[in-house]
């Protein structure tokens, strides 16, 4: 007899467990200034074979985007509270900030956040929920004109990425982050 499935991933319940295992060492891992986040070394101190990692992780990034699936679920809902704000421009803001918070609190889920490809489904699923919630209110932030007529979903979480390495690579604080807000923000609204 063959263990059972994990409902909410579809896995055996052995899978389930050693999966949770790797991601479990792997937050371990992080929090113990280890970011680097070697399969191989993850293999070893969760006590499994690397081939068992590999199968659930099959490169680094796939196990960077399963540790930020939480904090993405977590911005998919701040965009999708921001789409119906009333005052769009406020909305606009206060996702700008969240979502910059979180890339500067997680390295790991800025990368994701910034990443042309995607290693699961799930991941692109969430990228394609949140730039409909951000076009949902960047469409209402241009009928009240209050940003430019021609920024899209993509570019506000580029320009995001952008300022979210200028502040981890700069010598700046929260004050810096808050500044390079209001730029973007100020570059969002329409010519004079």
């Known amino acids: 007899m063959t263990p059972r499935a994990d409902r909410s991933t579809g896995l055996r319940a052995d899978a389930a467990r050693n999966r949770a295992r790797v991601?479990?060492?792997a937050r371990e891992q992080i929090a113990a200034g280890d970011e680097s986040l070697q399969l191989n070394a993850l293999a070893r101190l969760a006590g499994l074979?690397?081939?068992?990692?590999?199968r659930h992780f099959p490169n680094r990034h796939a196990l960077v985007e399963a540790l930020s699936a939480e904090r993405f679920r977590e911005?998919?809902?701040e965009a999708q509270a921001a789409a119906v704000e009333e005052d769009a421009l406020a909305g606009l803001h206060r996702l700008l900030r969240f979502a910059l918070e979180r890339a500067l609190d997680d390295p790991g889920f800025a990368a994701v956040l910034e990443s042309a490809t995607d290693a699961a489904e799930q991941t692109s699923e969430m990228k394609s929920e949140l730039d409909g919630a951000v076009e949902e209110l960047l469409g209402r932030a241009r009928r009240t004109g209050v940003i430019r007529s021609d920024v899209e979903a993509d570019d506000v979480r580029r320009l995001l990425c952008g300022i979210q390495h200028a502040v981890r690579t700069g010598d700046g604080g929260p004050g810096r982050a808050e500044m390079y807000l209001d730029i973007l923000l100020q570059g969002l609204r329409p010519p004079l």
Request: aromatic content about 8%.
């Open 23 to 25: 991601l479990r060492i």
């Open 49 to 54: 074979g690397i081939g068992t990692v590999y």
């Open 75 to 77: 911005l998919v809902e």
